[in-house]
């Protein structure tokens, strides 16, 4: 579904707002959305594969991102909130070990692919890609 604009505004606004109103309380995502009337409504099995989750994951980027809203939300295991300085550390911390997790990966991948066409000591050829025969 397609929000325009002040659609968008106006959710990020109530989620804030509604963070704000519970301090320093952990909110599941589940009972974020189903508190803020401007998400959709989810008829899933899992929570974790709705619309309503992923809206709500947007917006909390959007919402860090934007020097308009001053607090910072976390989320984890417990579920989301405005951080305090502990939670701050604790967030940035796990998000900066998921970064250099991927950037090791891209790495090992991107030497993988760099061999391609390269012979090795005993004169093969590597191959690091699938032919155009395989099709």
Do not use: C
Request: hydrophobic share 35%; aromatic share 10%.
């Amino acid at each position: 579904m397609q929000y325009t604009p002040e659609e968008n505004a106006a959710r990020r606004e109530a989620l804030y707002n509604f963070l704000l109103q519970r301090g320093d309380k952990w909110t599941s995502m589940e009972q974020t959305t189903d508190s803020i009337s401007l998400y959709p409504a989810y008829f899933k099995s899992t929570y974790h594969n709705s619309g309503a989750r992923r809206l709500l994951t947007s917006d909390i980027e959007v919402i860090n991102m934007q020097e308009k809203y001053e607090k910072i939300i976390v989320s984890g295991s417990k579920g989301i909130k405005l951080a305090n300085e502990n939670d701050f550390d604790h967030f940035i911390r796990a998000e900066f070990k998921e970064i250099f997790k991927k950037l090791k990966r891209a790495r090992k991948i991107l030497h993988k692919g760099s061999l391609n066409q390269q012979t090795d000591i005993e004169g093969k050829i590597r191959e690091a890609f699938l032919g155009e025969d395989h099709g």
